[in-house]
């Protein structure tokens, strides 16, 4: 299993700081590297998310770790407790940012629109209207770059360069320039006329001014920054939405009176009220009632869930009918939605190895670029074409360089890609994965619980000659109802699916091992292995002895059934295939993946099953042990092997794999053990997940391959001279929103199948059980 190396895997404490002042992915290069210097730390920082998830030893304080930021000149906080009003306020200071951010865009472009006129049309330059421009001009390179030439000169002070200091130090050189040549050189001369034009031209430099490029620089810029800011609260929309599921309040059962209290409050086995309509407040188990619960919110399946007593629940989920009351078996941090929560945080925080190495190409990047930009203009200079030549040419390879894009290229689409994946009930435990999904070429599949229910139902019944299968399922339906056995729970599960209310059984009596008896009816009804109808005097006819031969040996479970002194029905008792797996498996083939079915069960149930749903190759009763060993010896054959399981048997041969599917239905053990995790108990989650996953990462490798592309083929065309410093900088924004909006596309991300648009009626109560098959034997 690929590992998921959160950040933090290294140290035995952990803490995620929220981190402010960030302006690129250079930034939190820095960051990452000051942390990581520190004894015993491990940091990973995410420039997309603003966080820095920390590792660290007993000998390290989290405040030592925010010290560390706060001397890189950065600024941190610890996290905030769950509650909901310091979230609130959290969310409410990200939106006071961004309006921060577009009073000062704002601003900028209703100062920078009249001076990039002047300058482009001769007509409207009127006499002294470089003063004009000016004025205009100053209040956006010195206030409304300001974010920048502060940051810049914490970078300076610190002894390093980002992208920051690209972008001030351009829009600087373009302001002082402009100033020289107004008050030294003669473009502050009355009736001064200047020609925009987009190419280099020979000249002294001294009556020409750049104050339209120094403030659309800056306006674009901003522009980019703020629809960045935008996008980025867009792409974490989907994890805000589902910390906001839960319930805020709870009405409790105190000394028979009911009280309402805040969900906080709530403790594990508090007994609580849950109305029609209502959220179900947390984890628990239904005490009193019966309803149908709604889990689309959580789960993405649209078919509401009946429970009943005995039965768990899940919070945040909604009750779509009777009252329940529910005991808490777990609150806080520990209920699902708060693990499903942790989960996407984790995912979106850590760092797949394509980021890496965008990283590191960022780090060394900027410093690059200012001593190509100063090459650059000593080059021009060298030439004779003059300082204006020079100059231009080397600002817009500062502005040209900034590589925004490239920061951005893996965290948003990350981000996008698992908070898409939350919304449809998969969970993506590590940016790792995605490499993973890349290369499997083979799935294996648990057989129970992930491409079965896991559960008995009752698939066919044979009756002998002159019995009526009607009367089959009344009479053993009614005995079998009074025991408690699984294979029992199965017949009498049937039976009132297909007759409704069952009678009473009367003289119930339970033979250990052998089967029951009882009297429904006025007849003595005896159903159970043959040999207990035979000890009654029943033996099966050749006919329904036959059919009880034909189920053992495909593995399924033979009850014989008899009354009033003879052998009437064999009931066929078997573990039932999800209806979907069939078309599950169809699915993962064109992903280009081999199925293997993977199973602890004798040989003729595992063949049976692998028939129903289209596998051929399969390896059965295999222990757990013999799980890890079957997929070790598939990775020694040269296979990348995904594998997909629910059981705590199933947990070590997740880990081994290089991608472990755990079913959400399944043990808290093998969801531990996976990589991804599918909320649903539907196996058509697999190759939905497996899709989501390549296509996240075929997003990532086309976000770095324009991001890429644009710095290396744009950075010559400006140090030839044949890019205008203003076009640059438009260019240097657009490249971030593109970045941006071609990651948001993942939001359309739609499942191969979806009951709402197929119109498929997935079964409602237990667990994907199907309507029992009745064959009525001749």
């Excluded at 250079?26 to 990973?44: F, H, P, Q, Y």
């Excluded at 499903?340 to 945080?345: C, D, E, H, P, Y």
């Excluded at 092997?641 to 997740?654: E, I, K, R, Y």
Aim: charged content about 20%.
């Amino acid at each position: 299993m690929t590992a998921t190396a959160h950040a933090a895997s290294g140290g035995a404490n952990h803490v995620e700081l929220d981190i402010q002042g960030m302006t690129c992915a250079s930034c939190a290069m820095r960051i990452e590297k000051r942390l990581n210097k520190v004894g015993g730390v491990v940091a990973t920082v995410n420039y997309a998310t603003e966080k820095a998830a920390v590792a660290f030893g007993d000998d390290v304080t989290p405040g030592a770790l925010v010290a560390e930021v706060e001397a890189a000149g950065y600024h941190a906080r610890l996290p905030e407790p769950p509650a909901g009003t310091p979230r609130d306020r959290r969310e409410e200071g990200s939106d006071d940012a961004t309006d921060a951010l577009r009073t000062r865009l704002l601003t900028s472009a209703a100062l920078t629109i009249p001076v990039v006129a002047m300058a482009m049309v001769p007509a409207l330059q009127f006499e002294s209207w470089q003063w004009l421009s000016l004025t205009l001009a100053a209040p956006v390179v010195v206030w409304g770059a300001l974010p920048f030439h502060r940051a810049a000169w914490t970078n300076l002070r610190h002894g390093t360069a980002t992208m920051d200091t690209l972008i001030s130090m351009g829009t600087l050189a373009a302001f002082g320039w402009s100033l020289y040549s107004l008050f030294i050189g003669d473009a502050g001369m009355p009736g001064m006329q200047m020609d925009f034009q987009l190419t280099i031209a020979q000249g002294s430099g001294a009556d020409e001014i750049y104050l339209e490029v120094a403030a659309a620089v800056t306006t674009f810029i901003l522009a980019g920054r703020y629809f960045e800011a935008k996008a980025k609260r867009r792409t974490g929309a989907a994890l805000r939405t589902l910390l906001d599921l839960g319930a805020k309040e709870v009405v409790v059962l105190r000394d028979g009176r009911e009280e309402r209290i805040a969900v906080e409050d709530l403790t594990v086995d508090d007994r609580f009220v849950v109305r029609p309509g209502e959220k179900i407040a947390t984890d628990g188990v239904v005490e009193e009632g019966t309803s149908a619960v709604d889990a689309s919110l959580l789960t993405g399946e649209s078919v509401p869930t009946e429970v009943g007593p005995g039965q768990s629940v899940t919070g945040a989920t909604v009750n779509a009918g009777g009252r329940l009351v529910v005991r808490a078996t777990r609150v806080g941090s520990d209920t699902q939605l708060a693990q499903i929560a942790r989960l996407v945080t984790e995912a979106q925080t850590g760092k797949a190895a394509v980021q890496r190495l965008a990283d590191r190409v960022s780090a060394v990047f900027v410093p690059l670029v200012i001593v190509l930009a100063v090459a650059t203009l000593g080059f021009w200079l060298g030439t004779g074409d003059g300082a204006t030549a020079a100059f231009t040419a080397s600002v817009a390879v500062l502005i040209i360089a900034c590589p925004c894009a490239l920061g951005l290229a893996t965290p948003v689409a990350l981000m996008v890609g698992t908070g898409r994946g939350a919304q449809l009930g998969i969970l993506i435990k590590g940016p790792e994965v995605l490499e993973s999904t890349r290369r499997v070429d083979t799935v294996v599949l648990d057989k129970t619980g992930t491409v079965t229910t896991g559960r008995m139902a009752l698939t066919e019944v044979h009756t002998a000659p002159g019995t009526d299968e009607q009367d089959v399922l009344r009479l053993v339906g009614t005995v079998e109802n009074a025991s408690e056995h699984p294979i029992a729970r199965a017949i009498a599960a049937a039976a009132t699916d297909a007759l409704g209310d069952l009678g009473e059984v009367e003289s119930f009596g339970n033979r250990e091992g052998l089967g029951v008896k009882g009297i429904v009816e006025g007849h003595v009804v005896v159903a159970g292995r043959p040999a207990l109808l035979a000890d009654q005097g029943m033996p099966l006819d050749p006919i329904l002895d036959a059919a009880r031969i034909a189920a053992e040996a495909q593995g399924q479970t033979a009850v014989a059934a008899g009354w009033d002194g003879e052998a009437c029905a064999v009931l066929v008792v078997a573990d039932t295939v999800k209806p979907t797996s069939a078309q599950a498996i169809a699915q993962l083939r064109d992903l280009g993946l081999s199925p293997i079915l993977l199973t602890g069960d004798n040989e003729p149930a595992a063949r049976a099953v692998a028939g129903q749903v289209g596998i051929d190759e399969m390896v059965a009763e295999v222990l757990p042990a013999e799980k890890v060993d079957a997929v070790r010896r598939l990775q020694d054959e040269g296979r990348v092997v995904a594998m997909v399981g629910d059981g705590v048997n199933d947990a070590a041969a997740l880990a081994q794999a290089d991608l472990g599917l755990a079913m959400g239905t399944g043990t808290d053990a093998a969801i531990e053990a996976s990589d991804l995790t599918l909320v649903r108990g539907d196996l058509r989650a697999a190759p939905d997940a497996i899709r989501l996953a390549r296509r996240t990462l075929a997003t990532i490798k086309g976000n770095l391959f324009w991001a890429f592309a644009y710095n290396v083929a744009a950075l010559p065309l400006a140090a030839a001279g044949f890019l205008n410093p203003m076009l640059a900088g438009a260019a240097m924004a657009f490249s971030s929103v593109f970045v941006i909006t071609n990651s948001l596309r993942l939001r359309r991300f739609a499942p191969l199948s979806n009951p709402e648009v197929t119109g498929e009626k997935p079964t409602v109560g237990r667990l994907a059980t199907v309507t029992p098959q009745t064959t009525i034997a001749p």
